[in-house]
């Protein structure tokens, strides 16, 4: 990565931290002190789901967060070293009170005012470490406000006055910290934890105005025409709409006039989401989004007052999706995020996802549900995508500069897309990205047909020459056309050496290439909620040299019913 090409970068990311650490001072809570409230106004709904059984865990001294475990023989969970960084995280977000809450009972009452009690001394008088990030800060504002029924219940007024001093002084920190946040989904989440709170405490009218008027700037830049979010992560309008919407019943009920853009952008939040929903019910898996548990996706979209087909195309996130008699196609035709929005995306261009009935069946590895950081980092590569990579190189860089963080470099700038629906009801594009043209002088061209059935789905994938670039290959170097598969569906040959998908319930699609032949390969699954898991891919591997265009096809047949035995 060149310096001098990322000097702003640079630059900004040296204001930010200075302006950070002059915020926070010598690391005391004394510059957030002041006046604290004398009570809570409101408690915010959590649409969050929540699992009475974690809180029994967390009763018998085990945190179950983020795919991990957290044994603390009677010691303050906070006191320990996490087995993750993406767990301590969790952990100092008290998201996981809302499992404490559902329980219902006694003894989570007790938790809940314990382990709160625990962090403000052991935690709450020095701002420093994983506790203090800003997005960490922002959702435990958050959820110590939408739970603060079960924290409070039956508690004396000494512990009522130290709890409301300690969301005080946090709402006070991310005040201060507030412009200094990398630009993206958490410092959105800051502003959102700064409006609920002017709701839930008591606030002049003046400091309930600017909270939505900063949040109001925080959706105009973030929140693009079509829904999505700038990051192009499917799954952060999911998380977004998730704290959102709570915010948006808040204003209504106490009587006030949401900032102006919530209740609109809301509405375009619920197109994008349904946009990428699969035929299972699932988001499509592009630019770090992971599996979600079908409730958790339900308890948001049961909001959704909109009607009508999703979508063809986000023509600002920049995606595609065709859709015919229960098969979907959903393609990634855009763009890598600029800058420090790139850190968690993925050097999928022209990638592709395929789901038929309630069964995925092409998909991309995902991101991995929980924290893994070789995963996530092999997640985000081009071979973890269904499209072609050259060479065995990425599309995109992911960048090792410790200071900037893994942004990607170097990727996809310019992606050309064209439509090609017709009359007959058939659904296609032409989509070509230069994420090659630099390193490689290659353009990648992809076209997808699905029939108006959906029957019958059509591919293209083509290598051309790059305007005003020198082809930068030798004879041997190899393409690679990644097909990754479900870990659900099984693969076979049929008698013409065509490679054969079933699912579970019989459905099955037939791949053919009449190019090159398709091999079986092993492959990861990262986004699954059990973990990392072994799966398949179809691959079509040629030597660019030799081969610049290559055919490809799925035929579908419909499973038959099952006679019952006798």
């Known amino acids: 990565m060149q310096f001098r090409q990322f000097l702003p970068l640079y630059l900004r990311e040296c204001w930010r931290r200075f302006s950070r650490r002059f915020a926070i001072g010598r690391g005391g809570p004394w510059p957030f002190l002041g006046k604290a409230p004398d009570r809570l106004v409101v408690a915010p709904t959590d649409l969050r789901i929540a699992d009475p059984y974690i809180a029994h865990e967390i009763h018998q001294g085990r945190f179950p967060l983020d795919g991990r475990v957290l044994e603390t023989g009677g010691h303050s969970p906070f006191s320990l070293e996490g087995p993750s960084v993406g767990f301590d995280k969790i952990l100092h977000s008290f998201r996981w009170l809302r499992h404490l809450r559902a329980a219902n009972d006694a003894e989570s009452y007790g938790d809940a005012k314990k382990f709160t009690e625990i962090w403000i001394k052991e935690c709450g008088r020095r701002v420093s470490g994983v506790a203090w990030e800003p997005d960490v800060t922002a959702q435990r504002v958050i959820a110590w406000l939408s739970h603060s029924p079960i924290v409070l219940k039956n508690q004396d007024r000494n512990f009522y006055r130290r709890f409301v001093k300690s969301l005080a002084v946090q709402i006070r920190y991310l005040h201060k910290v507030a412009p200094a946040v990398r630009d993206g989904e958490k410092r959105f989440r800051v502003r959102i934890a700064l409006a609920m709170a002017t709701l839930a405490l008591p606030a002049n009218p003046a400091a309930i105005k600017s909270a939505a008027r900063q949040l109001d700037n925080e959706i105009e830049k973030q929140i693009l025409a079509d829904g999505g979010h700038i990051s192009r992560n499917p799954q952060v309008t999911l998380i977004l709409l998730a704290d959102l919407l709570p915010l948006r019943q808040t204003y209504l009920n106490l009587g006030y006039t949401p900032p102006k853009g919530l209740v609109s952008v809301i509405d375009r939040m619920f197109q994008a989401l349904q946009f990428f929903r699969h035929a299972d019910g699932s988001l499509a898996l592009f630019n770090g989004a992971t599996a979600q548990p079908a409730d958790r996706l339900l308890s948001v979209l049961r909001y959704d007052e909109a009607t009508g087909l999703p979508l063809k195309s986000t023509p600002q996130m920049n995606y595609q999706r065709l859709s015919a008699k229960g098969t979907i196609i959903i393609a990634d035709t855009g763009p890598i995020p600029q800058d420090e929005l790139s850190a968690t995306a993925h050097a999928g261009c022209l990638s592709f996802e395929l789901s038929s009935g309630r069964q995925r069946f092409i998909v991309n590895s995902g991101t991995p549900s929980y924290f893994h950081a070789q995963y996530a980092r092999l997640a985000r590569t081009t071979a973890a995508h269904s499209t072609l990579i050259v060479g065995d190189r990425s599309s995109a860089t992911i960048s090792n ?74 004879e041997n170097t190899p393409a690679v056309i990644r097909f990754h598969i479900h870990p659900k569906i099984k693969l076979s040959y049929n008698y013409k050496n065509d490679i054969v998908l079933t699912a579970g319930n019989g459905e099955s699609w037939t791949f053919h290439s009449p190019d090159v032949k398709p091999e079986v390969e092993e492959d990861i699954y990262f986004a699954d909620l059990a973990g990392a898991r072994r799966s398949l891919q179809i691959t079509l591997t040629f030597v660019v040299s030799q081969t610049s265009q290559v055919n490809w096809s799925l035929f579908r047949t419909i499973a038959k019913a099952k006679t019952p035995q006798s």
């Not at 630099?438 to 029939?451: A, F, N, P, Q, T």
């Not at 789905?457 to 005003?468: C, F, P």
Request: zero cysteines; a positive charge.
């Open 401 to 474: 500069s410790a200071f900037l963080g893994p942004i990607l470099t170097d990727g996809p700038k310019n992606v050309d897309v064209e439509r090609k629906d017709d009359a007959t009801g058939r659904q296609g594009f032409i989509a070509r990205h230069d994420g090659y043209a630099k390193i490689l002088g290659l353009v990648h061209e992809r076209s997808i047909l699905l029939s108006a059935d959906g029957n019958v789905v059509n591919g293209r994938d083509r290598l051309a020459k790059a305007a005003n670039q020198k082809i930068s290959i030798n």
